[in-house]
């Protein structure tokens, strides 16, 4: 079948077959598609639309484009979480660490900030020396040593996928939920996982602001997850705010630290009750504990004796890093920022943050990605010192900016009407929407 | 505007700015849009649709990437001939000279084959000596000494049509109508003309085979081209058998030879007979004459004096080729060519033609190119000895295939099943069937 037949038919609107899927997966990954021609294909799909048999086809060509890891001769239960993306959301950084210390293997295959979102990798290479390029063997030597392991994703892992997911990122076909699910499933399912937690971002900083549109997104993974195999739930949270204190690279891994010794400020919590919440879901899938409850009595056990920071310094270590950063979270914090302070704009309760604002500022001043090849300065970053729902006068200090001195001018002002206040309390906000 | 956002805009069906749409083509010109997003959009286009103002947009602004040509020192009005493409239809050839001894003066931009159509150009070099690469300056001498020039689109024409279309081919984006046209259109509005005749093809060997969409096709060309200011009529004629008698880019020219000498035979017929109806047509455009029957009697007259068949020979002697073809037609014939017969398969009327067959049968032996680098055979084709309508026995010969002896093999029973031949007489084609 010629490229120009496959697209014709999918041009047409009708559906393809599962041959059509797999020579069309073939095609990328061996060349004779040429970008031109996956990107006409991929267009055609957004517009025309994919049933669900074409979209665990997908899933499944993607998947089988690449490596499926094996860890059959690791007895603990594998098990990992993926979030669609938020400002300031560091729970990976905690979930690995307490789902490892209750007995999980967590095998974490994460990516690279882009755009108004960071990346687990960037935030873990703020760690002086710490290593995200493993080798297979040494990713399996990690996990085995410390209960988990996060690397990047390497060119055997669904290399379909990646190069598809370029092309989709330049031509405007990325919202569009079944090649999402398709594109994360494919490398999740990778990881040879017996359960996945997915954390599915909503409001006005996710990727997907419609709650209906979420709960679309959120019911597709879980379904494609059982389909292939996986025992799979995902929650369903808000993202209308930086999730916890700090936005930025250094500033999130000194946040978990924080939080792993047991010192986090009040600021900070909502970060350690989405990961508990997130690992108390994974633990019960695993079999771990019987309920909700059972779990998040593991998991504070695991944090109150130190396990949890334990695992996360045992990691450090076996990945290159330097550990003293888990004794002095302070050795993160780079000195000589400067403080760009923001500022209440009017008195009353804080009632919307425009998070993406934040996010994108962030990256903007060093610390993400506006392309792919940029590079990342981890030491810049935000604190977020009101919340929504806090009472504030005009005036008062609600953020503070942590930017190089030549950055200082371009950002005063810039997040000038990012937060709205408002007379009366008009939202608090829920973390935790929905159990899919 | 980043591609982005343009191709978004097409991806949700909403219509495109004429700000959008220069900047796209701006884009393809300059490189700063990749292919991938080129065919994005493209695919955008054909699902979602483009309303008029967007199809004269993209004219327009196609148009508008390269050069338009300037004849405004030739006195005599500056008229073309342009066809949607068929097998076998080789009145280019005929229409120029004609024109070209009434009074027209016809600067003709031509193709080169591609798939089961034959092109101007290829037949043209099949001419000894002769040069389809002329220069502007020389393009114009040969046009104002001898009525008409011939030659290949440069880079200086709708350099973003070519660019598109050879995309478009790749990704089943080019039966869509709004496209065709402004690909068309682009071309022929870049030659500086007063007057334009299309002859678009409907009928099994048409590249729009259905009726009613021929007649779409014909109308929004028209209508084009009369908001950009140039006079044109198109007429609607049936493709489905091959036009007169030869197929393949020698034999085709030796056909037309014949016709301006008075020499033609009676399959040829039909290759004359549209001819000259569109270039009656195109008389009356450019008011050279009043009706329809005074065009048709200037021409005749051109035919009968000799002056036709002088203006193709200047043209030929202009262009670099041997004019000694001109006296002796057989020139083009090569010997030691192996035959191979078609025979009818039973008794009858023949009823159909499969001329989509006829012509990949003639590509395929050397006559046309599968891709745009392939080399042409310019002997090879294919001879009609009965067309639809005629009356036959099982076992008449009914054709020819003209093919290098390597070649024999391969062909033979390569047309079994193209004719049809039924009892009774089921139909007659009737050459043209509307004037829009």
């Known amino acids: 079948m010629r490229p120009q037949e496959i697209i014709a038919t999918k041009r047409d609107g009708k559906a393809l077959s599962d041959d059509d899927i797999v020579a069309f997966i073939d095609g990328v990954c061996d060349g004779t598609w040429a970008d031109y021609q996956i990107t006409a294909l991929v267009m055609a799909m957004f517009i025309r639309g994919l049933n669900r048999r074409e979209q665990y086809s997908i899933t499944g060509a993607m998947l089988n484009s690449g490596t499926i890891m094996d860890f059959s001769d690791i007895d603990a239960p594998k098990g990992d979480k993926h979030s669609t993306g938020g400002v300031g959301d560091k729970t990976s950084l905690l979930i690995a ?12 295959i994460s990516g690279r900030g882009l755009g108004h979102t960071g990346g687990t990798l960037d935030k873990l290479e703020s760690i002086p020396g710490f290593n995200v390029n493993l080798s297979f063997a040494n990713f399996k030597k990690v996990l085995k040593k410390c209960g988990f392991a996060l690397a990047g994703q390497t060119n055997e892992i669904a290399p379909a996928d990646k190069k598809i997911y370029a092309l989709r990122d330049a031509t405007s076909t990325v919202p569009y939920i079944p090649l999402i699910v398709a594109s994360i499933m494919s490398k999740k399912l990778a990881e040879g996982l017996d359960a996945l937690v997915l954390d599915v971002k909503t409001g006005t900083g996710a990727f997907i602001p419609k709650y209906a549109e979420t709960l679309k997104l959120a019911k597709s993974l879980c379904e494609t997850g059982k389909t292939f195999g ?34 986090g400020e009040e600021e900070m919590k909502p970060s350690l009750d989405l990961s508990v919440e997130l690992t108390a879901t994974l633990l019960v899938q695993c079999k771990i504990a019987g309920t909700m409850e059972n779990a998040r009595d593991k998991i504070r056990r695991a944090l109150a004796t130190g396990e949890a920071l334990e695992r996360f310094r045992k990691n ?69 010192i009101r919340m929504i729902g806090d009472r504030v006068q005009a005036g008062d200090e609600i953020g503070i900016i942590y930017c190089r001195k030549n950055q200082a001018a371009k950002v005063t002002d810039r997040l000038r009407g990012a937060y709205k206040v408002s007379r009366e309390i008009t939202r608090t906000t829920k973390l935790i929407r929905a159990v899919v």
Chains 1, 2 share one sequence.
């Open 97 to 108: 660490p307490l789902a490892a210390a209750c007995g999980v293997a967590v095998p974490m």
């Open 230 to 263: 996986v025992n799979t739930k995902a929650i369903i949270t808000e993202m209308n705010q930086p999730l916890g204190k700090y936005v930025g690279n250094a500033l999130e891994v000194f946040e978990c630290l924080k939080l792993l010794r047991g010192e």
């Open 316 to 384: 450090v270590e076996l990945q290159g890093g330097d550990p003293k950063i888990c004794d002095k979270p302070e050795m993160l914090l780079t000195k000589g920022l400067t403080e760009v302070k923001v500022f209440a704009e009017s008195s009353g309760y804080i009632a919307d943050v425009d998070s993406l604002a934040i996010g994108s500022m962030v990256g903007e001043i060093g610390g993400g990605r506006q392309k792919a090849e940029d590079k990342v300065d981890h030491a810049v970053g935000y604190a977020c």
